[in-house]
Protein backbone atom coordinates (compact mmCIF):
# COMPACT_ATOMS: atom_id res chain seq x y z
CA UNK A 1 0.00 0.00 0.00
CA UNK A 2 1.83 3.21 -1.34
CA UNK A 3 0.57 6.16 1.40
CA UNK A 4 3.75 8.24 1.49
CA UNK A 5 3.92 9.30 -2.28
CA UNK A 6 1.93 11.14 -4.33
CA UNK A 7 -1.39 11.23 -5.46
CA UNK A 8 -2.71 8.37 -7.44
CA UNK A 9 -5.48 7.94 -9.85
CA UNK A 10 -5.82 4.11 -10.34
CA UNK A 11 -8.23 2.60 -7.03
CA UNK A 12 -5.99 -0.81 -8.23
CA UNK A 13 -3.01 0.19 -6.91
CA UNK A 14 -4.77 1.70 -4.10
CA UNK A 15 -6.85 -1.33 -2.53
CA UNK A 16 -5.72 -4.19 -4.93
CA UNK A 17 -8.15 -6.37 -7.08
CA UNK A 18 -10.61 -9.03 -5.82
CA UNK A 19 -10.18 -12.80 -7.84
CA UNK A 20 -13.44 -14.80 -7.70
CA UNK A 21 -12.72 -18.28 -6.20
CA UNK A 22 -12.15 -21.20 -8.88
CA UNK A 23 -15.63 -22.94 -9.70
CA UNK A 24 -17.55 -19.42 -8.67
CA UNK A 25 -19.90 -18.43 -10.88
CA UNK A 26 -18.63 -15.01 -12.39
CA UNK A 27 -21.95 -13.89 -14.59
CA UNK A 28 -25.48 -13.65 -13.31
CA UNK A 29 -26.52 -16.77 -15.99
CA UNK A 30 -24.26 -19.31 -14.92
CA UNK A 31 -25.25 -18.16 -10.83
CA UNK A 32 -28.75 -18.70 -11.64
CA UNK A 33 -27.76 -22.16 -13.05
CA UNK A 34 -26.12 -22.85 -10.06
CA UNK A 35 -28.94 -22.12 -8.14
CA UNK A 36 -31.14 -24.02 -10.15
CA UNK A 37 -29.11 -27.28 -10.22
CA UNK A 38 -28.75 -26.99 -6.33
CA UNK A 39 -32.48 -26.60 -6.47
CA UNK A 40 -33.08 -29.32 -8.31
CA UNK A 41 -31.21 -31.72 -6.45
CA UNK A 42 -32.79 -30.90 -3.39
CA UNK A 43 -36.39 -31.02 -4.51
CA UNK A 44 -35.42 -34.42 -5.99
CA UNK A 45 -34.46 -35.93 -2.43
CA UNK A 46 -37.38 -34.22 -1.13
CA UNK A 47 -39.50 -36.34 -3.36
CA UNK A 48 -37.25 -39.52 -2.52
CA UNK A 49 -37.58 -38.92 1.43
CA UNK A 50 -41.08 -38.46 1.11
CA UNK A 51 -41.71 -41.35 -1.17
CA UNK A 52 -39.63 -43.46 1.60
CA UNK A 53 -41.22 -42.34 4.39
CA UNK A 54 -44.36 -43.54 2.99
CA UNK A 55 -43.24 -46.89 2.51
CA UNK A 56 -41.76 -46.74 6.26
CA UNK A 57 -45.20 -46.28 7.07
CA UNK A 58 -46.60 -48.75 5.46
CA UNK A 59 -44.39 -51.44 6.19
CA UNK A 60 -44.93 -50.52 9.84
CA UNK A 61 -48.61 -49.95 10.10
CA UNK A 62 -49.43 -53.41 11.81
CA UNK A 63 -52.28 -53.97 9.09
CA UNK A 64 -54.52 -50.97 10.16
CA UNK A 65 -56.44 -49.35 7.70
CA UNK A 66 -55.91 -46.00 8.81
CA UNK A 67 -52.08 -46.02 9.04
CA UNK A 68 -52.30 -48.00 5.35
CA UNK A 69 -54.26 -45.20 3.69
CA UNK A 70 -51.76 -42.61 5.23
CA UNK A 71 -49.08 -44.66 4.06
CA UNK A 72 -50.26 -44.87 0.55
CA UNK A 73 -51.44 -40.93 0.20
CA UNK A 74 -47.66 -39.96 1.01
CA UNK A 75 -46.57 -42.64 -1.71
CA UNK A 76 -49.29 -41.00 -3.97
CA UNK A 77 -48.33 -37.46 -3.43
CA UNK A 78 -43.98 -38.50 -4.60
CA UNK A 79 -45.05 -39.86 -7.31
CA UNK A 80 -47.38 -36.87 -8.57
CA UNK A 81 -44.81 -34.74 -7.21
CA UNK A 82 -41.81 -36.07 -9.09
CA UNK A 83 -44.10 -36.62 -12.60
CA UNK A 84 -44.66 -32.95 -12.13
CA UNK A 85 -41.54 -32.61 -11.24
CA UNK A 86 -40.23 -33.83 -14.61
CA UNK A 87 -43.14 -31.92 -16.70
CA UNK A 88 -41.88 -28.68 -15.51
CA UNK A 89 -38.16 -29.15 -16.32
CA UNK A 90 -39.64 -30.48 -19.97
CA UNK A 91 -41.57 -27.63 -20.44
CA UNK A 92 -38.87 -24.77 -18.98
CA UNK A 93 -36.23 -26.68 -21.48
CA UNK A 94 -39.01 -26.19 -24.44
CA UNK A 95 -40.23 -22.81 -23.86
CA UNK A 96 -36.79 -21.16 -22.44
CA UNK A 97 -33.94 -22.80 -24.75
CA UNK A 98 -35.84 -24.12 -28.08
CA UNK A 99 -38.17 -21.19 -27.96
CA UNK A 100 -36.74 -18.29 -26.76
CA UNK A 101 -33.09 -19.62 -26.79
CA UNK A 102 -32.38 -18.61 -23.65
CA UNK A 103 -30.99 -21.51 -21.58
CA UNK A 104 -28.49 -23.52 -23.85
CA UNK A 105 -27.94 -27.28 -22.60
CA UNK A 106 -24.56 -28.44 -22.40
CA UNK A 107 -24.16 -32.51 -23.34
CA UNK A 108 -23.29 -33.20 -19.75
CA UNK A 109 -26.44 -32.04 -18.56
CA UNK A 110 -25.41 -28.25 -17.46
CA UNK A 111 -27.17 -24.84 -18.28
CA UNK A 112 -26.21 -21.66 -19.33
CA UNK A 113 -28.77 -18.61 -19.26
CA UNK A 114 -28.00 -16.06 -21.81
CA UNK A 115 -29.69 -12.89 -20.91
CA UNK A 116 -30.50 -9.77 -23.31
CA UNK A 117 -28.35 -7.21 -23.04
CA UNK A 118 -28.00 -3.83 -24.76
CA UNK A 119 -24.50 -2.81 -25.68
CA UNK A 120 -23.41 0.97 -25.17
CA UNK A 121 -20.72 1.94 -26.54
CA UNK A 122 -18.62 4.70 -25.79
CA UNK A 123 -15.71 6.30 -27.82
CA UNK A 124 -12.91 8.12 -26.31
CA UNK A 125 -12.42 11.50 -28.88
CA UNK A 126 -8.96 11.38 -27.80
CA UNK A 127 -7.36 8.51 -29.22
CA UNK A 128 -10.88 6.80 -30.93
CA UNK A 129 -10.84 3.74 -28.91
CA UNK A 130 -14.43 1.92 -27.74
CA UNK A 131 -15.51 0.87 -24.34
CA UNK A 132 -15.70 -2.39 -22.92
CA UNK A 133 -19.34 -2.81 -24.08
CA UNK A 134 -17.59 -2.55 -27.64
CA UNK A 135 -15.02 -4.39 -27.30
CA UNK A 136 -16.98 -7.63 -25.58
CA UNK A 137 -19.59 -7.64 -28.45
CA UNK A 138 -16.54 -8.17 -30.80
CA UNK A 139 -15.94 -4.87 -31.91
CA UNK A 140 -12.60 -4.01 -32.98
CA UNK A 141 -13.27 0.14 -32.92
CA UNK A 142 -15.45 2.97 -33.70
CA UNK A 143 -16.53 5.47 -34.95
CA UNK A 144 -17.39 8.50 -33.46
CA UNK A 145 -20.01 10.73 -35.36
CA UNK A 146 -21.28 14.52 -34.05
CA UNK A 147 -22.99 14.53 -31.98
CA UNK A 148 -22.52 11.73 -29.64
CA UNK A 149 -23.40 9.06 -31.72
CA UNK A 150 -20.87 6.24 -31.77
CA UNK A 151 -20.94 3.09 -33.87
CA UNK A 152 -19.03 0.20 -33.13
CA UNK A 153 -16.98 -1.74 -36.07
Request: glycine fraction near 10%; charge should be neutral; hydrophobic fraction near 45%.
Amino acid sequence: MKLAQGPTTDINQIIGTIEPQNGFPVDLGSFIAKLINIFLIVAGLAMLIYMLWGAFDWVVSGGEKEKIDKARNKITQAIVGIIVFILVLTFFNVIAGQVLHIVDVSPGGGWQFHFPTINKCFCDTSNSTCSTGCRNSGAVGCTYLPPNNVTCQ
